[in-house]
């Protein structure tokens, strides 16, 4: 069992950066393939960027490729997604998930196991 706390969410201006970091409770953390989704109104959960267990494979979206980076602290049970040039279009209650087999950073959200409970991201024009 993982318990994931997103954090570090908020209201910011086109342009700005943001790093928002999920929390897991859960001594396997570490052989987990991690992931960021995010769901703006009206319109359906998407991918964001992953990473598998060891932090030596990732993934991103190409919406948020070159502007957002996924990374993992295995030693503090923590995965963090910086995002930099952040656009309107980027608004969106942003979730971290976990997914057992921790080999690959792919993994269709079908297969995460575990999801926290957001943390809202709005970025004004």
């Known amino acids: 069992q993982v318990q994931l706390v997103e954090s570090g969410g908020g209201l910011v201006q086109t342009g700005d950066s943001l790093r928002l970091s999920c929390a897991a409770a859960g001594h396997t953390f570490s052989s987990y393939t991690m992931g960021w989704f995010r769901q703006a109104p009206g319109k359906e959960r998407e991918f964001v960027a992953a990473?598998?267990?060891?932090?030596?494979?990732?993934g991103h979206a190409d919406s948020v490729k070159g502007r957002f980076t996924i990374s993992r602290d295995n030693a503090k049970n923590t995965v963090y997604l910086q995002m930099n040039s952040l656009k309107p279009e980027d608004t969106a209650v942003y979730y971290c998930?976990?997914?057992?087999?921790?080999?690959?950073?792919?993994?269709?959200?079908?297969?995460?196991?575990?999801w926290g409970q957001g943390t809202q991201v709005t970025v004004s024009s």
């Open positions: 990473i598998n267990w060891s932090g030596g494979s990732t």
């Open positions: 998930a976990a997914e057992p087999r921790g080999s690959s950073w792919y993994f269709p959200p079908r297969d995460y196991d575990y």
